[in-house]
């Protein structure tokens, strides 16, 4: 079993930044697969940005330029850096690890 718990969402104005965190913890050996995911009231849930082995990365075109994922393995943490936010931003954002697990996500509010 492995747990995650988000944190770093909360509201900020259009044209800030926030950090999110996933610590994970349980069964895990390294941090393999893992990425950020997104959904917002009325929409499916979308990946945001993903990170293999902590080396390399994937991003959803809304966001590339804009936000950055990376990985603290020693610690088991990943990090979603997101910069110039914007209103369509705006949604729970849940961490995924190896494509089975998922935490219960942290509220983000892009608003003015």
């Known amino acids: 079993q492995v747990q995650l718990v988000e944190s770093g969402g909360g509201l900020v104005q259009p044209g800030g930044s926030l950090r999110l965190s996933c610590a994970a913890s349980?069964?895990?050996?390294?941090?393999?697969?893992m990425g950020w995911y997104r959904q917002a009231p009325g929409k499916e849930r979308e990946l945001v940005a993903g990170?293999?082995?902590?080396?390399?990365?994937n991003y959803a075109d809304s966001v590339k330029g804009r936000f950055t994922i990376s990985s603290d393995n020693a610690k088991n943490i990943v990090y979603l850096q997101m910069n110039s936010l914007k209103p369509e931003d705006t949604a729970r954002y849940y961490c995924?690890?190896?494509?089975?697990?998922w935490g219960k996500g942290t509220l983000v509010t892009v608003s003015s």
């Open positions: 990170i293999i082995r902590g080396v390399r990365t």
């Open positions: 349980g069964s895990i050996f390294s941090i393999n697969v």
């Open positions: 995924n690890y190896g494509g089975i697990y």
